[in-house]
């Protein structure tokens, strides 16, 4: 049902490649940029040699990386601003055409009914009904979520979300450089220490994963994504709280089973099974993949003609 490889599923299961549906063509435009964040061009140091990371998720070697000038959100693309697209668009998300979507179980009510689980990673079930209205299934809504990142979004929503905008998905370079804030060979946007001086710096799992949260941050599941502070560039939730879509195929090439690269870990990522909630952290997903922990970002190339430097 789905990828059982040490490591994989883990953090979020994709769907098998039977139930593949075509990836969309990626959409640049020039979008409104109001509200975003402008990094201008630079080379830095991408990847890291983390002795702990799964090697099959490639983020090394070390390497010095270029990336041109690009515009970037600060935050996830919350559910509130995601519903204004269906509103305008009437889009159907891969999970409501599947039907389905992987949720954590622990955010599922005692009594929910029965449910499969995914080989490796039973704390992930297939729930009939899930989507990004009911992102803990048909029972639930997204009252009071309006401000958290949209969930239940595969790569394929994710870009139609972001060419309505007239903008894109962020590049796995351009998301890595905007993660590490300004700095340099650090595993977080702020350093190498997960808790600062005890300060809880993004939302991950506290305590004994997968069956005791101690809720030490302040959240079960997603928080909103200006809950924490930001990065040196003024990003918020880089790592934690949700993973988010990036443009690239993760294998770098057409692959016998298509996936595309999610980036910074999630509110489930703890230190005991998954340290993927560091900035050069990677796995890969199909395009119509959906959770209750993933999540995107927006991004936009700066065009000379009409960005003022």
């Known amino acids: 049902m789905t990828d059982t490889e040490q490591g994989k599923g883990c953090c979020a299961p994709s769907r098998t490649e039977a139930a593949q549906q075509p990836a969309s063509p990626v959409t640049a435009g020039h979008g409104a940029t109001d509200g975003m964040v402008r990094l201008d061009a630079a080379s830095f140091l991408m990847g890291s040699t983390d002795s702990r990371a799964y090697p099959a998720d490639g983020e090394g070697p070390v390497r010095e990386v270029a990336v041109a000038a690009f515009w970037i959100s600060p935050t996830a693309v919350t559910t509130g601003e995601f519903a204004e697209f269906v509103s305008a668009t009437g889009h159907r998300t891969d999970a409501e055409l599947f039907g389905w979507s992987f949720v954590f179980g622990g955010l599922l009510p005692d009594d929910f009914p029965p449910t499969r689980g995914v080989v490796n990673a039973p704390w992930w079930r297939q729930v009939e009904g899930a989507d990004w209205q009911h992102p803990y299934g048909p029972q639930s809504t997204v009252d009071g979520l309006l401000d958290h990142p949209v969930v239940h979004v595969s790569w394929r929503d994710a870009n139609a979300y972001c060419a309505w905008r007239g903008l894109r998905l962020p590049t796995e370079p351009e998301w890595e450089y905007a993660a590490r804030g300004g700095l340099s060979g650090f595993a977080f946007p702020w ?114 003609s009409i960005d003022a430097s």
């Open 191 to 304: 350093g190498d220490e997960l808790e600062p001086a005890g300060e809880h710096r993004m939302n991950v799992w506290q305590g004994d994963f997968p069956s005791n949260n101690t809720l030490g941050d302040g959240w079960y599941g997603s928080c909103p994504v200006t809950e924490f502070p930001p990065n040196g560039f003024g990003l918020y939730n880089m790592t934690g709280n949700v993973w988010e879509w990036c443009q690239n195929r993760f294998d770098g090439a057409a692959s016998a089973q298509q996936r595309y690269s999610a980036r910074g870990g999630s509110y489930l990522c703890h230190e005991s099974y998954c340290r993927r909630y560091r900035v050069s952290a990677r796995q890969g997903l199909t395009p119509d993949s959906s959770m209750a922990n993933t999540g995107f970002r927006c991004a936009r190339s700066v065009d000379p």
